[in-house]
């Protein structure tokens, strides 16, 4: 059994089948080792496709050239990042009374994680998802986010290709890793 398959069973045991409208939502164990595997892990400053200076699991605030930091702050970056990502879906929650499953969750997590809260709130796919439009019009968006400009000059970048891909079966479940999940208590990570 693969890592994927251990954690989604976890996450199915631990799965509960609705959560309060206002209790927090979080972003489950099997939703943080995606991002971890989609970002990677430097502990060394380095420039994005995009140019941007990053650093550990994709933490691009405060980066400066020649930054060094450990596991443990890398850790702790992604924690505080997936907690900004987190906010903006329970604030969406709380205002406009959406109800997420867990892999729908976790990939909007993973795809704020990547594009950032403010890009997010302005986009389609938030207008979309505050509509009730259908899952799939929403899944959709995702693929629309694979450019990155660099110097000015916008090109389509092929690891974000990838993770779209990926974020959208996520987002469906279409490798039913989530199977019987709906919800999930907040997880430390």
């Not at 779209?164 to 490798?175: A, F, K, T, V």
Request: charged share 30%; proline share 1%; net charge positive.
């Amino acid at each position: 059994m693969n890592d994927v398959a251990k954690i989604g069973e976890l996450e199915t045991s631990r799965a509960r089948t609705d959560v309060a409208e206002h209790e927090r939502q979080r972003t489950s164990m099997l939703g943080i080792y995606l991002i971890q595997k989609r970002e990677g892990c430097r502990l060394t400053a380095y420039r994005c496709p995009a140019g941007i200076l990053t650093i550990g699991y994709g933490h691009t605030g405060g980066v400066k050239e020649g930054d060094r930091i450990t596991q443990e702050q890398a850790v702790e970056l992604l924690r505080q990042d997936v907690q900004s990502a987190e906010s903006a879906l329970n604030r969406m929650k709380i205002k406009y009374g959406v109800r997420f499953k867990v892999h729908e969750f976790d990939a909007l997590v993973s795809f704020i994680f990547n594009v950032g809260v403010g890009n997010f709130e302005k986009s389609t796919m938030y207008k979309k998802i505050i509509a009730g439009e259908p899952k799939g019009q929403i899944a959709g968006e995702f693929s629309k986010w694979i450019i990155v400009t660099k110097d000015g000059i916008k090109t389509k970048n092929v690891g974000l290709i990838n993770r779209r891909r990926d974020e959208i079966s996520q987002y469906l479940d279409m490798d039913d890793i989530y199977k019987n999940a709906t919800t999930c208590r907040a997880v430390d990570y």
